[in-house]
């Protein structure tokens, strides 16, 4: 096993010079080329990632950091992957573990494994890697996969295969954000990049996968090799799937699926949703989406081009999930954000976006008005019961590891982020709001924007906008 693994990774990363190359154009974006194979027998991923990163920072970079999300699932983790009240539906045979192991950096002087929760590869470049120059460095990896049905995990049915790789960190003001891997919410920040993935499983494995590719089968194995350019990460889901497909908008929609039994309807949804945003936020911008239905126990996980949607669902549950995660492709994929510091910013305002479509969509029985007053119930209820247990804390901008809880983090960057875009849309009226969300969309596309951004276009507005988000955010405002 480790004959082949040296053998059939190491090829495609025999460049000619690793480490600080010069002259990268203003335009490029990171790229990283990945090589992995999957061995159920042992639950373990071998890889290899090229990644050519340029500089497009103001400063001088000496080292570069990663995040490495499989260590959450180690045993002994500060920051567990699955909340408590979680753990014993998607532990499903009992506590499971696994992580990363760093085999070699080439093209690095050095590296090494730290951060607050070992969640941080940190490389030194030996020099400086200075503003529109680029490294280049070949990442060697090997990845044990906990069971676990969750986002990276051999499940009951299906080995979900998200963030499994050294993600490099966003870049800010005080320089390499190094998030931990935060129970609740999702502790994902990056910057768009270009994605191609090799990846060779046993036959009979189908595979569900954010962005385009092909499937070769040989000697018993399948290699499925994946495009997924301009995206913020790439993600794989393997199982083996019955599949329906159709088109909106120009865009080939594709959803695989394990026991549901109105599938057209799952697609139907999917695509009228894809649809309903290119319209109103601007257009999708990837020739495919793929909806999957997969072993996890929450409602659903968005990635670029890719929803996973928990086949624990139940046909009343499933069309607002599916809205919801579509809608992630505008406000996560499209448009990033810091959602480890400001979750309200992409959950809040993809919530809200499903309150818009069933507005459009009255054929689903959910109108606005019972969308939006649920929203304000659930986020009245908590506040109460909050008070009067701990003294609530109404803030919503803040870190994910201050939520107390799965339910404080879902009523806060959920509920009440869909009755602060609801307020906001009072004052300034649903075609300026509408005009409003479009310019946010068309002008932070491809970037991480800050809430300053989403404020500021409709502040441009309706000056007294900027004040009703201050009052909601800061804890102001407590309904």
Known sequence: MRKFFTVALAAPFALAALGLVACASEEERANYRIVAE????????????????????????????????????REGAKYAPVPEAYAP????????????????????????VGGEDENILSVSLGEALFPGERAELAIRFEVSLAAVDHRLGVGERTVNLTGFYP?????????????????????????????????????GYGAAY??????????????YEISAPDSREIAVVLGTFSRVRTEA??????????????????????????????????AYGHPRYT???????????????????????????LPAVVVHET????????VGSDQFEHAWQDEGLAEYSCALFFEAFPAYGVSYEKFVGESERAYRAFYSVSLQLFGADARMDKPLTEFTGAYEYRCVAYDKGV?????????????????????YCAENRGRIASPEDLIGCFSRTEASAEGLFASFTEGKCVL
């Open 38 to 73: 999957y061995f159920p027998e042992r639950s373990m991923l071998s890889a290899c990632m090229e990644a050519r990163i340029p500089n497009k920072t103001e400063n001088p970079l000496s080292a570069l950091s990663f995040e490495l999300y499989p260590n959450a699932y």
């Open 167 to 203: 993600a490099l960190c966003a870049y800010g003001e005080s320089g390499f954000r190094e998030y931990v891997y935060a129970q609740y919410g999702d502790p994902f920040v990056a910057e768009c990049a270009d994605f191609t993935l090799s990846l060779t499983v046993p036959e």
């Open 419 to 439: 009755v602060l875009f609801d307020k906001v849309r009072m004052l300034t009226g649903k075609k300026k709001f509408l005009a409003a969300l479009s310019r």
């Open 249 to 282: 908008n120009g865009t080939e929609i594709e959803y695989c699926y394990l026991d549901d039994e109105t599938p057209e309807r799952t697609l139907e949804i999917a695509a009228e949703s894809l649809a309903y945003f290119s319209e109103t936020f601007g």
């Open 89 to 112: 539906a998607a532990y499903y045979s009992g506590m499971s573990y696994g992580g990363v192991r760093i085999l070699s950096v080439e093209g690095a002087a050095d590296f090494s």
């Open 291 to 317: 909806v999957v239905e997969t072993d996890f126990p929450y409602g659903g996980m968005e990635f670029p081009m890719l929803s996973m949607i928990s086949a624990s669902l139940s046909a009343e549950e």
């Open 210 to 223: 954010g962005g385009t590719g092909s499937a070769a089968t040989r000697d018993g194995k399948t290699v």
């Open 327 to 334: 809608a992630h492709q505008w406000w996560y994929s499209a």
